[in-house]
């Protein structure tokens, strides 16, 4: 049978990152029979993704900035080793539209959303203006004067006051907790509104700032969207990301065990409502707040593959970087919404686990001199590491992801405590 004259199949899959987010993208491409490249810098040259690729070219010495956050370095790793996609992961240039664009002028298939709707969802006080004219619910908040941040504290103290205490100051360009400051006092504001900017301004080269309305002891839930080049928009149910150590998640759970049928149904709506504005393709996250008068509201928007994907995949039974490659091909979508719906089963847990010292939670780098790694019936363990390695400085301590699923939320619990004991 002939293909499409839209199918454009991909014979060799650049992954433009390291660590165990590299190795699990590159054990899907090697299940479909495409070719894998990694790239590595000076002291990942031994590890996982770099043994396990087809082929790998090194990009440079240890900082991110010198290796892997240099797109011309990435682009010169492409020609070399004749790939003709790039899987950029998550992080680094995950979400950087000038790399997706770079990639398109290449000729290189870039696996994920357009560079349009990267810039669209990147900015957040863009995004809050994009969902909303799409009817996707936001946080009440104010995004400055001229819609694009506060160019002082006084101007977001006024504003503050009309929306009224506590507020969040966030980054606009800002993710992980940085750029981020809880405010409950007309008096904290200056001084917070000074250490939000100069924070964002180290963590993103922008220090524009908004302002929200801080929602009390809400939960944290996430919509999995999916996209393609055929106008099919679909949701894959939520995740409960409300488990957190200093704004960055630490336990994630799917589904959750607060959201029923019906409001995932709507929450879903949303999600769908918000990508569909971009014309959204390929893998993509929008993050709600949920407060506990059940009200939902739109946070901001990831425009690539989460961490904690996996707890979606176990309990859909899908790859869902099987489906990111499907549609940087130009194939639709595997499954209409009514068939995930009904393919949803059982409950599974996500624990990231950390190189750190467990009372200081500061990154512990060094050599693993001993690991013993859980099994036994659905137990998965995305890994970036192995005894002997050596766990570099200067990239981000989480080193694997431990991933269980059982029948129902109490025995995926007790799966994961007993993985954990192991």
């Keep these: 049978m002939s293909q499409s004259p839209s199918i454009k199949p991909i014979r060799r899959v650049l992954v433009a990152n390291r660590g165990e987010i590299a190795v699990r993208v590159m054990r899907t491409c090697q299940e479909r029979g495409i070719e894998t490249v990694a790239v590595y810098s000076d002291v990942d040259r031994l590890a996982p993704h770099v043994q396990i690729a087809d082929a790998a070219i090194a990009i440079g010495p240890a900082p991110a900035a010198q290796s892997y956050l240099v797109i011309e370095k990435i682009l010169d790793a492409c020609r070399a080793s004749g790939a003709d996609a790039v899987h950029p992961g998550y992080g680094f240039l995950s979400e950087n539209e000038d790399f997706a664009d770079a990639c398109s002028a290449a000729g290189i298939t870039f696996i994920g959303p357009s560079a349009d709707a990267m810039r669209k969802m990147g900015s957040k006080t863009e995004a809050r203006k994009t969902v909303t004219a799409a009817g996707t619910p936001v946080v009440p908040g104010d995004n400055g004067p001229a819609g694009d941040g506060f160019p002082s504290a006084e101007e977001a103290l006024l504003a503050a006051k009309k929306i009224g205490f506590p507020v969040l100051l966030k980054a606009a360009a800002g993710g992980g907790g940085k750029g981020m400051r809880l405010v409950a006092t007309e008096a ?9 900017r100069r924070e964002a301004t180290a963590a993103f080269g922008d220090g524009t700032i908004y302002l929200e309305k801080a929602i009390q002891r809400p939960r944290h ?10 106008g099919n928009l679909v949701h894959l149910g939520e995740r409960d990301c409300s488990i957190q150590r200093r704004h960055q998640k630490v336990i994630e759970e799917a589904p959750s065990p607060v959201v029923s049928a019906e409001l995932r149904g709507r929450m879903g709506v949303a999600a769908v409502a918000a990508a569909r504005a971009v014309a959204y393709v390929g893998a993509g996250t929008c993050e709600f707040l949920l407060g506990a008068d059940g009200g939902f509201y739109f946070l901001e928007m990831n425009t690539r593959l989460q961490v904690e994907h996996p707890v979606t995949e176990m309990i859909y039974g899908l790859d869902l970087v ?4 499907d549609v940087a091909e130009g194939r639709p979508l595997p499954m209409t919404q009514e068939q995930l719906d009904a393919r949803r089963r059982g409950h599974a847990l996500e624990c990231r686990i950390y190189a750190e010292d467990p009372v200081k939670f500061l990154p512990s780098p060094g050599r693993i001199t001993h690991l013993r790694v859980p099994d036994g019936p659905y137990v998965r363990n995305d890994s970036g590491c192995y005894e002997g390695a050596d766990i570099p400085v200067h990239y981000d301590p989480m080193i694997s992801k431990l991933v269980v699923w059982g029948e129902d939320r109490k025995a995926a619990v007790a799966r994961m405590r007993r993985a954990l004991d192991e």
Excluded at 188 to 196: I, R, S, T, V
Excluded at 221 to 230: S, V
């Design 322 to 325: 099987a489906w990111q490659l």
């Design 221 to 230: 839930i996430e919509i999995q969207i999916f996209g393609d080049t055929h």
């Design 188 to 196: 904290e504001l200056p001084a917070a509104f000074d250490g939000a």
